[in-house]
Structure formats: C-alpha cells, structure tokens
T-cell receptor, first 113, second 116 residues
Framework: EPEVTQTPSHQVTQMGQEVILRCVPI?????FYWYRQILGQKVEFLVS????????KSEIFDDQFSVERPDGSNFTLKIRSTKLEDSAMYFC???????????FGPGTRLTVL | AQKVTQAQTEISVVEKEDVTLDCVYE???????LFWYKQPPSGELVFLIR??????QNEISGRYSWNFQKSTSSFNFTITASQVVDSAVYFC?????????????FGKGTMLLVSP
C-alpha cells in the first residue's frame, strides 16, 4: 500500500540554523500539506500546496518557513532560522484531491537546542 | 472559539467496554467534511473516516461506529468491545469549503487508555 514517507525521523539542530525536512508524498496525489504538533498538543496546519504553489497557509507559516517541490517526488519544508519554539513533530500529508482524506507520513521530530 | 472541540481529554476503560469519544464542531459553511484520525503511541496519524456535511447516515466499520448529527454539530465515535490496541490519541478534524477544503482543523484530541 502506498504511503507518505518523511526523512529524517529525528533532526536535532542549534537555534538559528536552517533545517530542511523532506517528504515523499503518495505518487498520484496532487495536494500536499505540512502540519506540526508540539509535544502533547493538537496538530496544527501550516501550509497546503497544489499545482506548484501555496494554496493556503496559517499564521504560523511566517517568512521563516518555505516549501518547495524541487522535483516530481519530493516536497520539502525549510525553516530558515530555527527558534526554540519550532521544536515539534512535523507531519507531511498528501491527498488525491482537495476534498479527500489526507494521508500522513510518520513525522519528523525536530529538536531545536 | 475552537472550531473543533473534544471535551474529553482522557478516557480510561477496561478491555471489552464500549467507549464513545465526543466531537463538537463549529462552522459557517454549509459544505464541509469531518474526519477522525488515530495517533497510536508510535506517533503516526492514521486516517479512520471522512464524512461530508450532506451525509448524516451513521457508519459502522467493524467495532467502530460514527454518529453524525448536524442538529447538534456533533460527530461522535464509538468503539465497541474495546481492546488494548485501541489505546491511542484520537483526533476529530474539520475541513471547510471556505478554505478550499485544504486545511484540516484538528481538535485537541482524546487520549484513550484501554487496560487489560
């Protein structure tokens, strides 16, 4: 069964450093998303991406964040200058259409020291 | 105001008990979708069900059932004869026409602990 994959599973970085989180969505899906979950809290929407551009973004997704689909398979989230409060689990998701269920990857745990 | 409210923070049951997880939502859109996701201790988010706002028919899948009532803006989830493997955090979520359905708004989740 096809699934969303994410790398790395755990990333540790120093405050102020740039990180890139990588995702490979399900191959025939057209919509891609990033969410984050601070430890013990709810899952929060960051951004959605369709047709090579951002379709929606939340207040969390400020200028420090960017997304890219550099080739036909990868979908990345970049955080330019990490802060302590960026420590969270970051989930990538994809869906075949806007109204379909979103399938989530296993997540990348980002720890900012 | 929260768009998705899961008032039960944690529920503990003994195996074989039935348990209902509550979800109340708020939206001004007439067209929307409701979802349930399971997050086991391993951390991944597992899709369980999607329901559109025009389909109030209840759904049963094995030991799982869902009760959607627009009149009370609720989409409750019942596990019959619970098992230890059901222990997880369960999230209810909403997507709305107003956001092009591209945003999932999650509730805070209900942690279900099933003991043997």
């Amino acid at each position: 069964e096809p699934e969303v994959t994410q790398t790395p599973s755990h990333q540790v970085t120093q405050m102020g450093q740039e990180v890139i989180l990588r995702c490979v969505p399900i191959s025939n899906h057209l919509y891609f998303y990033w969410y984050r979950q601070i430890l013990g809290q709810k899952v929060e929407f960051l951004v959605s991406f369709y047709n090579n551009e951002i379709s929606e973004k939340s207040e969390i997704f400020d200028d420090q964040f960017s997304v890219e689909r550099p080739d036909g398979s990868n979908f990345t989230l970049k955080i330019r200058s990490t802060k302590l409060e960026d420590s969270a689990m970051y989930f990538c998701a994809s869906s075949p259409g806007a109204r379909n269920e979103q399938f989530f990857g296993p997540g990348t745990r980002l720890t900012v020291l | 105001a929260q768009k998705v409210t899961q008032a039960q923070t944690e529920i503990s049951v003994v195996e074989k008990e039935d348990v209902t997880l509550d979800c109340v939502y708020e939206t001004r859109d007439t067209t929307y979708y409701l979802f349930w996701y399971k997050q086991p201790p391993s951390g991944e988010l597992v899709f369980l069900i999607r329901r559109n706002s025009f389909d109030e028919q209840n759904e049963i899948s094995g030991r799982y059932s869902w009760n959607f009532q627009k009149s009370t803006s609720s989409f409750n989830f019942t596990i019959t004869a619970s098992q230890v493997v059901d222990s997880a955090v369960y999230f209810c979520a909403l997507s709305e026409a107003g956001s092009g359905y591209s945003t999932l708004t999650f509730g805070k989740g209900t942690m279900l602990l099933v003991s043997p």
